[in-house]
């Protein structure tokens, strides 16, 4: 099992941009899927979750702002982002609590996709 993230870049202040992650590999379900964000020198941060039954929840700082969503059939979870902010800047991940094909329940990461926000 894997989740490979994408959609990362400059983008201007106040601008648009999004994030979307796949999860492949031999999966039975997928629970809670998730975006966090860190800039060097700090602690991951929890973004934004989306559990099974399509229940969100969002950090403080993007409310109004990000939107989550997933397409259980494509097996994706999606980062809307609107109104950027230069203090957004920051190294995306993706997570997932999956279960595979030996029924066992895993904490999975993406990559980290580079989201770079400036005039």
């Known amino acids: 099992v894997q989740l490979q993230a994408s959609g990362g870049g400059l983008v201007q202040p106040g601008g648009p941009l999004r994030l979307s992650c796949r999860a492949s590999g031999s999966i039975v379900s997928i629970n809670t899927m998730s975006w966090y964000r860190q800039v060097p020198g700090k602690q991951r941060e929890l973004v934004a979750a989306i559990s099974s039954g399509g229940e969100t929840n969002y950090a403080d700082f993007v409310k109004g702002r990000f939107t989550i969503s997933r397409d259980d059939a494509k097996n994706t979870v999606d980062l809307q982002m609107n109104s950027l902010k230069p203090e957004d800047t920051a190294v995306y991940y993706c997570?997932?609590?999956?279960?595979?094909?030996?029924?066992?329940?895993?904490?999975?990461w993406g990559q980290g996709t580079q989201v770079t926000v400036s005039s």
């Open positions: 997570n997932a609590i999956i279960i595979d094909y030996r029924y066992r329940g895993g904490d999975y």
